[in-house]
Structures are given as structure tokens and as C-alpha cells.
């Protein structure tokens, strides 16, 4: 079984869309999608509760209410109910492919994969899947300077995954894939799989502001580094790294606006 978490707060123009990415997949086996109502006001939930009642599929739905705790606690509660062997993250504003999931598995099953992610796209629609699939393996100094994939389209064995940090409001997901990583091999699929409902650090997202996320960042670096001790020398690097992002970001949009 998979099971798809997917937090929803205030997204009654786009979480229809997004149940029926995952309830449409070609995936055979069983799909236990998990919603979580993260305290919204625009009546959202109601459109999960109708898309519950008129499932005609085999996918299992719930919808779980809570009140407002942000993205990480919503996600961790998904994860607390969560029955299946792989989990797989999907946000209320994205949609799937109709092959991801079902590439994804196999993939890992047949290369004996714990943790992928993969590349995504801003298109309307998806263009027609390439018959190569290149998974490259990504290393831990990789992901430690780069988010490698973005989180509706990780999928990773239930067993090695672990919980958002609720204390982090940016790049807690970033976070997360490193604390796996320092365990784990983690890996990369070049394949768009997934189409976002807004781009990286748009306006609207919570990527949005710029400088939250550089402090989330480092202090991902901080975290990171206290549960890696052989970084500790390395740490005023990455910090440094990560403002000179921050300022590199400033420069590009500046020139953007002239």
C-alpha cells in the first residue's frame, strides 16, 4: 500500500483537482489517501467530504480536521495514521501524473530504493512520459547545498521516514531529507511527474519570503550540523553559502524588475 498525505488549508479552488490526480492513478495496488484539514475557513473540507461520498474507486480516503498548525504538523499527523509501506507527499494546490505512482514503485522495488524524488513542471499539462528513466544517486554534500526535489514528489518506505520539525516554518522539508540522508541513500528521478500549482518561490507560497527562508535554511544547517559532528568545521561555510544565495537572489530579481 501507499499512502498519501496531502495537508489542505483554505484550497477549495484546487484540492478536487488533486484527489483526482491520486484517486485516477494507474497504480494497481491498494492507495490510501490521507487529507488533512489544517484548521481552514473557505470550506474545503466539504468538498473532501463529497469527493468521499461519490468515490466509486478501491482508493481509501480520510480526512482528518485539526485545528490551524501549520504544513509540518498537518503532515506529521497524516503520517501518524498512516498504514501503508511507502508514504508519498502531495500538497492540496499540485497535481500527479496519472503513471507517478506506479513508475515511482517500481522503480524503487526494482532498484531497491528507499527514498526518490523527481523533477516536476509548471505546464497545464503533462507531456507524454519518456520510456528512459534515469535514477542517479544523490549524495549527502548534494543535498546538503541543494534541495534536490520538491516535496509532492518524494516517495519513501514508511520505515526509514521520520517526522517534519513543527519548530521549523521553512525548509523543514529540506530538513527532513537530510536527517534521512545521514542513514540512508536517497535518490533522483529526471522525470516531471508532478505539476505545481504555483512556482518555487512565488508569491502566494510559503517559499515566498525570501529572507525567512535563507534563516530557515540556516538554521537547517545548524540542526544538521549538531546531529553531524563532522561538519562542525564546515558550518560557517554554509552559512556563508547560504547568504550569498540570499544576496545572488536579490541581484537576479533586481535586475528582473529593470
Known sequence: MVCVIIPCFNAKDSIQATLNSVIHQTYQEEIEIIVINDGSTDGCEKLVEDTIANNQTSRVIHLINKPNGGVSSARNRGM????????????????????????????????????????????????????EKK????????????????????VIKKEICSYFNENMTHTEDHELWLRVALQHDVYYLDLPLVKLGRAELSQGGLSANRWAMRKGEMKMYKNIVMLKKTLIPVFPFLIFFSLMKHVRQILKASFAKN
Open 80 to 131: 501518524q495514521e498512516c498504514r501503508g509501506e511507502y508514504i508519498a507527499f502531495l500538497d492540496s494546490d499540485d497535481e500527479w501524473h496519472p503513471q507517478k505512482l506506479e513508475i515511482a514503485i517500481h522503480l524503487m522495488k526494482e532498484k531497491n530504493i528507499d527514498f526518490l524524488g523527481h523533477s516536476y513542471t509548471l505546464e497545464k499539462n503533462f507531456n507524454t512520459i519518456s520510456q
Open 135 to 154: 535514477v542517479t544517486k544523490v549524495s549527502f554534500l548534494q543535498l546538503l547545498l541543494k534541495n534536490f526535489a520538491v516535496t509532492p514528489s518524494i
